[in-house]
Each structure stands twice: as C-alpha cells, then as structure tokens.
C-alpha cells in the first residue's frame, strides 16, 4: 500500500465536506502528532467556511493549557490514548461551538513517546450526537509517513460518524 499524500487527505475531506454541509453541520479539530495535517487538510477544500470552524494543534504543555481552557484536564490524563484522544474531540467542538469534534493524539517516531508508546501507536475520535474512536498502530517508525497515516484515519474516521449519525 502506498503512503498517503497530503491530496489524499484533502480528497478525505472533500468527503466529510459533502456530508457536513449536507446536513448544515460544523466541525472543529484538535490534533497533536499529526501537527496541523488534518486541519491543512479541512481547509484545503473549496468553501471550507461553511463546514470548517477552526482547530489547534496540541503538541505540548502550553498547547494543552489552550485545550483545556475553563476544563482542566482530568487528573492523570496522559497523551496518546483512547480517552485523551476523546478529550481533545469534546474539547474542540466546545471550545469552537461545532456539533462534530476530532482529536488525534500518537507516536509518529522515530522513537516513542515519553509514555513508552512505540512509533505507530495513536488513538483518533470523532464526537457530535454519535461518538466513534479508532486504535491505529501503524507498524512504521517514519514520523512523516505516520503523521499522513493519523490525519488520514481521523479524517476517514469523521467521514464514518457523521454519515452514521445522518443517515
């Protein structure tokens, strides 16, 4: 399978686009390991306005102090796993008022992360009136090949929930 390309991840969200406009929703992201991927992506399609609120890329501590802007972190949140992950979702979209949230959160490499994860490892969610979150391990210690692995899953990820939400 060939890696993807940042064309991949707009294509990706000229899908979701479809769907959000389709139902008049809006979308918000928080990403860390992807570093701005998957809101480059989102704003890579024409009209993104109208279904694109903003985003943040959450990289460090600094980051994480806007994210949690009037809702602390819960106690003992680490990175990379399923419930931060799900965080930075809920976050987003109550930080830009949306009804759809992604957060993304990993090891992209070529080492792990502080919290002894191994390259590849990250957890991707997408929450509004259905919530969905996906465990990726991608097996790959290339950091940039992981980051277009990340943004693409999430991305897929809030195409799915958002057409299972309005179907």
């Known amino acids: 399978m060939t890696e993807p390309t940042f064309i991949d991840l707009v294509r990706a969200a000229e899908k979701m686009a479809g769907l959000l406009r389709k139902a008049n929703q809006k979308i ?3 990403e860390s390991a992807s570093g701005g991927l998957i809101n480059a992506a ?33 106690p003992g949140m680490k990175g990379a796993t399923e419930l931060f992950a799900r965080y930075q979702a809920e976050r987003a979209s109550v930080v830009y008022e949306t009804t759809w949230g992604i957060g993304e959160t990993g090891a992209t490499g070529p080492q792990g992360n502080p919290y002894g994860d191994p390259p590849g490892h990250g957890w991707v969610a997408c929450v ?15 950091r940039v090949a992981n980051m277009h692995k990340f943004a693409l899953a999430a991305i897929e990820l809030a195409s799915q929930t958002v057409e299972t939400a309005t179907q």
Do not use: E
């Open 128 to 142: 509004g009136p259905v919530h969905m979150v996906q465990k990726l391990s991608t097996l790959d210690n290339s």
């Open 28 to 30: 918000a992201v928080s």
């Open 42 to 74: 989102l704003v890579g399609v024409a009209g993104a306005s109208d279904f694109y609120v903003g985003g943040m890329v959450v990289y460090t501590s600094v980051g994480r102090q806007i994210l949690s802007q009037n809702q602390p972190i819960p």
